[in-house]
């Protein structure tokens, strides 16, 4: 399927919360009584005996053996810093860190990424979108006592409901960038709630080609790693968040925001050269807590662990989250990280691999049906003009309403 285009932001929500896995299948899983949680139990290290993983060593000296494999799945960031603490990784970093190398793996702890954002904020003194005022508390106040009641309202919602995505240039064959919209002002105090009204997207770099690496600042396991994540350090990189900006400004100055009466105020109207674009970029630009990459699942030597998770040169021992990624989607890494875990079970206990589906005619039949709005807006790609069809607009429930999508414009109503 085409990727491009506007839509419905999908969360894991149920009942105006926030879901996780560990509600939805931990949990669950506890009652049949084959599964056993240890809480506060920090791990010093994997023990590794002739060249296989018998079990892990705690924090506190306690050692957990494993009957049958040890799985690592402590994200992007800690994984990497097990396995170097277990003498897993580059040599000569290992012996600096005065580890006793266990197994040389020069990519633990290379390859790190993520997705990198910079924000055009607007401010209004509309009070559609979220934020405390005085014109809105009446109306914050039911929809409080309407979540309180029924979980139901503005505020059951994630804030981010609405994503686009889109190339910034049409010679590229897939989008580069992710806008994620935002019906309120930024954060200009610590209280974790806006004053005043505003709006924001935020568009998010799809693909980055720099890669960092992560690295040990001690022996001590209580130590954080040091993280050179390498952002926008590649010549060009910045450019698709430059033009991306561009299109942000495009939408917002369209007629389907002119209701609000939006001020821009960040990047501000006085930053208009893409010098000065790139440069506010590098000022605010920040991750979006999508880190990959640093174990690399491949074929190839350098890869960290096979295509079923299995560490490379260490029998027993599988890692089971995103350090895996080789590349990063382009998109939330979420669901991913799901269809990883739900793989490793597979493999752990040795089911085939599942067959192919295809879409149901049914489902692609209701996406398509779905109704189209009479609010457009038109903005700039290159040489080519798109049509966007209901974009992004706050409507009295202050959600954005987004049946969107995109097509090339031709100068038609």
């Not at 506890?30 to 079990?55: I, M, S």
């Not at 799945?73 to 970093?93: D, F, K, W």
């Not at 209701?259 to 000065?276: H, L, R």
């Not at 996406?367 to 798109?386: E, F, H, L, T």
Request: glycine letters at 8%; charged letters at 20%.
């Amino acid at each position: 399927p085409d990727p491009e285009g506007y839509g419905r932001r999908q969360g894991l929500m149920r009942k105006g919360r926030r879901e996780s896995t560990s509600i939805n299948m931990l949990r669950p899983a506890l009652k049949q009584g084959n599964v056993h949680v240890q809480t506060d139990a920090p791990v010093k290290r994997v023990l590794v005996e002739d060249g296989r993983a018998v079990g892990v060593e705690l924090l506190d000296g306690r050692i957990v053996r494993a009957r049958h494999e040890v799985i690592l799945c402590a994200g992007t960031v800690q994984t990497p810093q097990i396995l170097m603490l277990s003498g897993i990784g580059p040599a000569a970093h290992l012996r600096e860190m005065d580890i006793q190398v266990v197994k040389d793996a020069p990519g633990v702890g290379g390859n790190y990424h993520d997705h990198v954002a910079s924000p055009l904020h607007m401010e209004t003194k509309d009070s559609t979108s979220y934020g405390l005022s005085a014109k809105a508390l009446p109306r914050d106040i039911v929809h409080l006592f309407q979540y309180l009641l029924s979980r139901t309202g503005p505020l059951a919602g994630n804030v981010f409901e609405s994503v686009a995505f889109l190339r910034t240039d049409p010679a590229l064959t897939r989008p580069d960038v992710q806008f994620v919209f935002q019906p309120a002002k930024r954060l200009t105090t610590k209280i974790p709630f806006p004053i005043g009204h505003g709006y924001a997207i935020s568009p998010v770099s799809l693909y980055p080609k720099a890669r960092g690496t992560l690295r040990l600042a001690s022996s001590d396991p209580a130590a954080a790693p040091l993280i050179d994540p390498g952002l926008l350090s590649l010549p060009g990189e910045v450019d698709c968040l430059v033009r991306a900006l561009k299109i942000a400004r495009q939408v917002f100055a369209s007629d389907a925001f002119a209701q609000y009466g939006g001020v821009e105020v960040a990047p501000g109207p006085e930053v208009q050269s893409d010098a000065d674009i790139e440069a506010y970029i590098r000022r605010t630009g920040y991750t979006v807590h999508h880190p990959v990459g640093t174990c690399r699942m491949g074929s190839d030597k350098a890869a960290v662990v096979d295509p079923e998770l299995r560490l490379n040169g260490i029998a027993g021992l599988r890692i089971a989250d995103a350090s895996v990624m080789p590349i990063i989607i382009g998109g939330n890494t979420n669901a991913p990280c799901v269809m990883i875990a739900e793989r490793a079970a597979d493999f752990i206990l040795g089911k085939p691999a599942l067959a192919p589906a295809n879409l149901p005619p049914e489902s692609v039949a209701r996406y398509k049906s779905r109704p189209a709005a009479n609010i457009r807006c038109v903005y700039q790609c290159g040489k080519s003009n798109y049509l966007v069809k209901k974009v992004c607009c706050l409507t009295h429930h202050h959600k954005f309403e987004n049946y969107w999508y995109r097509r090339r414009y031709r100068g038609q109503n």
